[in-house]
């Protein structure tokens, strides 16, 4: 008891620290983004005037902060990997950055960002009972698989960053089951220590970014941010928990993996700015931002206790791979309920809202 009463005093300090820390560097930074870092309205854009961007710096800078300062309790090996993937969040903020400013080219932007994840999966692997498919794959075809696997999802990431609370609505969730799942199961501690410190940063940005928004995350925020979110799960999916770490994302994953596929299918540009992701579609379809994030994070609390089951099912069960895939094909049963009721018109009876 003593030992869950100081977990949880511990993390809920760094949670509160978090945010706190990053609404004081918001207000701090909010006269240079309004200067230089203005978001202008597009095809893809859910907001109709210049709003400042750059808000995910501020939430980088409390994760940097809260995470240095526990680095004393790792281990040596951790701290190898937390060096490099350090180094890959920030080269990858530095490229996002700049595509803020000035959109970059997307040759070279997909280039950094495959450097990125690269040396963020490559070089933080631990030894091979860490990997999740060995007996499958060679080391070597999992990584590149993995890297790969690892642009798309922080380009999705980035796509999902699309409308006010949105990408709140599928951070908090995330974050805190990470940290919750740790009282079931096994997560390594460095995966436990971001995942509170990007909690309570995204509390923090929470405030500024609630509808109508005074300021967004920006490319700056959304593809590190991406990266280290991607970089947990893949931490939670070697300790043998693939269905939990699918289904935690499985939202944002089949959303923006679904969206992408129907382009294809209609031979759109893909490089184009669109508002075709169902999240979009939703908001143009009568529903308000406030129902579309309220329901992206009510579903993900649906599947946070999914996940959950998994870890509690490990203990019970050998092998547990069966009940890994019946979670995660109830999740995407439920995941795709809610992409259908976005995909389709909000109806208006007798004064009183219904969903179609």
């Known amino acids: 008891m003593s030992e869950f ?67 004393p309790l790792m281990a040596q090996d951790s701290l190898g990997r937390m060096a490099y993937l350090a180094g890959a969040v920030i080269f990858i903020a530095i490229i996002g950055a700049f595509d803020d400013i000035k959109p970059l080219p997307v040759a070279p932007r997909l280039l950094a960002q495959i450097i990125a994840v690269a040396i963020a ?65 096994y997560i390594p501690f460095e995966v436990v220590v971001i995942a509170a410190a990007l909690l309570g940063g995204m509390v923090g940005f929470a405030f500024f970014n609630k509808p109508v928004a005074r300021l967004f995350m920006g490319d700056v925020g959304s593809l590190p941010l991406g990266l280290l979110l991607g970089w947990m799960l893949l931490k939670l999916a070697e ?29 759109e540009k893909l490089s184009q700015a669109h508002r075709s992701h169902f999240y979009q579609r939703a908001t143009t379809n009568g529903y308000s931002v406030m129902e579309v994030a309220g329901t992206v994070f009510g579903l993900n609390i649906a599947l946070a206790l999914l996940a959950a089951s998994t870890f509690i099912w490990q203990k019970l069960s050998t092998p547990d791979w069966p009940y890994q895939l019946a979670t995660l094909i109830i999740g995407m049963i439920a995941v795709s309920f809610v992409l259908y009721r976005f995909s389709k018109p909000k109806i208006v009876k007798e004064g009183k809202q219904s969903h179609a």
């Open 5 to 71: 009463a100081d977990f949880l005093m511990v993390f809920a300090g760094m949670v509160i620290a978090g945010a706190g820390l990053t609404a004081l560097f918001i207000m701090m930074l909010m006269p240079v983004l309004k200067a230089y870092a203005m978001a202008r309205p597009n095809a893809r854009s859910s907001h109709k005037v210049p709003t400042p961007q750059g808000g995910g710096i501020a939430i980088l800078l409390v994760v940097f902060l809260l995470v240095g300062s526990v680095m």
């Open 121 to 185: 999966i490559i070089m933080t692997r631990t030894h091979l009972s860490g990997r999740i498919f060995p007996e499958i794959i060679p080391s070597w075809l999992e990584d590149i698989v993995l890297v790969f696997a690892g642009v798309w999802f922080v380009n999705l990431v980035n796509f999902m960053d699309g409308l006010d609370w949105l990408s709140v609505a599928e951070f908090v969730p995330i974050t805190a089951a990470l940290l919750l799942l740790q009282l079931v199961g």
């Open 239 to 267: 300790t043998g928990s693939l269905g939990a770490a699918l289904l935690l994302p499985l939202y944002y994953l089949m959303d923006a993996t679904i969206t992408l596929l129907l382009r294809i299918k209609r031979k």
